[in-house]
């Protein structure tokens, strides 16, 4: 099992800036993905970014705006958000995926960070 804290939401004023974090533990081998997602209200969950074999992948939206990082020494994973918008308004979730086979994978989530930029 693996088990996702998040950490670093809040409320922000547009143009503003803040910086997610997702410490992973349990048993973190053969991580094949690890990113974040966002959901607002009324809308499907998205794509925020993510880190696949040190490739970085970000949703046109954000491009530009948007940093992925992470630490492997600390198993944690930062969402870099600057000159942030109304419409990044979301519950924001970290995503591990774990590989347990040739093509299966588990998929693992966070409990969820709200973000809330006001205009």
């Known amino acids: 099992q693996v088990q996702l804290v998040e950490s670093g939401g809040g409320l922000v004023q547009a143009g503003g800036s803040l910086r997610l974090s997702c410490a992973a533990s349990?048993?973190?081998?053969?991580?094949?993905?690890m990113g974040w997602y966002r959901q607002a209200p009324d809308k499907q969950r998205e794509l925020v970014a993510d880190?696949?074999?040190?490739?970085?992948n970000y949703a046109d939206s954000v491009k530009g705006r948007f940093t992925i990082s992470r630490d492997n020494a600390k198993n944690t994973v930062y969402l870099q958000m600057n000159s942030l918008k109304p419409e990044d308004t979301a519950v924001y979730y970290c995503?591990?995926?774990?590989?347990?086979?040739?093509?299966?994978?588990?998929?693992?989530w966070g409990q969820g960070t709200q973000v809330t930029v006001s205009s």
């Open positions: 995503n591990f995926q774990i590989g347990t086979g040739a093509r299966t994978r588990n998929y693992y």
């Open positions: 349990g048993r973190l081998f053969n991580i094949k993905s």
């Open positions: 880190i696949t074999d040190g490739s970085t």
